[in-house]
């Protein structure tokens, strides 16, 4: 028995005059972040599992540097970049089973696509030309969320039913620090606990929500004692430090699995990156705090414990660089393939059954499109249904 599975005496409930005294403390989240990567348990952690991670963290890192040349170049419209995030993007997806479900955040494209999702695709609706680009069944991986928390209790509803139906299923919800404010955290989490839903949260405090810092964000002592006023377990982790984020992440996934409920993880990384290619950080921080975060990058981190054991050579790095050159030039490539786009499209998944209005900005939208093409010698009267 560890200590997240004990719970606190239910002193908190109406109990009448009698009640117990209180104790919080299972839940209470431990008072430095949990570290793996160059402590002495770090020989017991699997090569397999290290030189995987390894691999995917090259092969973030690159995408990352893809995917913002390519706004550069006009192919995209935005990205949100995780370069410095990449461990708990990658430990994320490496921590679930096939059945399991991923909601991701906008910034969360490295886990979506680490679970599977087409890179091209992973990046569609940040080119603004599609509404999701994958389909979030084949991967059970949900659409990025751009409204801050809203995937959060979609997340726990997911779970919540998992449960009821009796199906083998975990969810796990990303939240950025910035989104820990938000009312839909609140309820999931409320949510979540009152119902034992098997969910995890895991919360990225990368240090800002676009300019604000985090000091100006929460009060609270870290935003993984967040978790004690709902009757959840809290951790804190070092979110660059990849095998540590792949254990409380696998340790939380296996408890939700086995029926003990929700966790709250908050893994402290840092946003190496401008918020998105449209902000300009020079204008709210320091380049001095980038650079001190370099010396604690996760691929930096990882190397350095991967020399010491001797699993790493100009071979294995060579291999992982190639692999992750491969991967930016296709997307590349495709990326500036001029995407075949129908503006039908809009109409298309809003409704299984259109409404009356949908059904006439449809036909309105058609009109114009026929318009364009013929001189507005088409009969219209036979595009009337939304969503063709
Ligand atoms: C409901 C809602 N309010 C405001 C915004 C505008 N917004 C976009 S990103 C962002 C900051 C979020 O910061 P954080 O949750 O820390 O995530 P990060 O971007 O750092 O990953 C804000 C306020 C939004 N997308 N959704």
């Known amino acids: 028995m560890t200590v997240m599975d004990q719970k606190p005496a239910p002193g908190h409930r109406h109990g009448g005059p009698q009640r117990p005294p209180i104790d919080a403390t299972p839940l209470l989240p431990e008072t430095e ?15 397999a599992l290290l030189t995987e991670l390894y691999g995917q963290l090259v092969r973030g890192r690159r995408y990352n540097r893809q995917a913002t040349a ?33 909601f991701p955040s906008y910034r969360d494209t490295l886990a979506v696509i680490a679970r599977g999702v087409d890179p091209v695709e992973a990046l569609t609706l940040l080119r603004g030309d599609w509404h999701t680009g994958y389909d979030p069944r084949e991967h059970h991986v949900a659409p990025l969320s751009t409204p801050l928390a809203t995937q959060l209790p979609h997340a726990v509803g997911l779970a919540h039913a998992a449960r009821l139906k009796g199906d083998d299923v975990v969810a796990l919800a990303m939240v950025g620090d910035g989104g820990t404010s938000e009312g839909d955290f609140h309820e999931a989490l409320n949510f979540a606990a009152v119902w034992n ?8 405090n990368n240090g800002f929500a676009i300019s604000v810092p985090l ?10 004692h967040k978790a004690v006023g709902y009757g959840m377990p809290g951790r804190l982790v070092d ?6 984020v792949h254990q409380v992440l696998t340790e939380a996934v296996d408890r939700a699995r086995a029926g003990r409920g929700p966790t709250l993880l908050e893994a402290i990384t840092y946003r190496m990156e401008a918020h998105t290619n449209a902000d300009d950080a020079t204008r709210y921080r320091d380049d001095s705090e980038v650079e001190a975060w370099r010396a604690h990058d996760p691929i930096v981190l990882l190397e350095r414990e991967l020399n010491e054991r001797g699993l790493l050579d100009d071979t294995m790095r060579h291999v992982a660089e ?3 050159e491969k991967m930016a030039a296709d997307l590349r490539e495709r990326m500036n393939a001029e995407p075949l786009l129908d503006p039908m499209d809009l109409f298309t998944h809003v409704y299984a059954e259109p409404t009356p209005q949908l059904r006439e900005q449809a036909a309105m939208l058609r009109a114009e499109l026929d318009a364009e093409l013929d001189g507005g010698q088409t009969d219209h009267t036979e595009h009337a249904g939304a969503g063709s």
């Open 215 to 224: 000091d100006k964000q929460s009060a609270a002592p870290s935003l993984a």
């Open 70 to 102: 390519l706004t550069r170049q006009g192919r995209l419209a935005v990205y949100p970049s995780s370069t410095g995030q990449e461990a708990c993007e990658v430990a994320a997806a490496l921590a679930l089973r096939p059945q399991d479900w991923l």
């Open 33 to 47: 972040p949990f570290r793996l990567l160059g402590t002495p348990d770090a020989a017991k952690l699997d090569p």
């Open 197 to 204: 839903a098997p969910v995890v949260f895991l919360v990225q």
């Open 239 to 244: 979110g660059n430090d990849a095998a540590a």
């Open 322 to 324: 190639e692999a992750a």
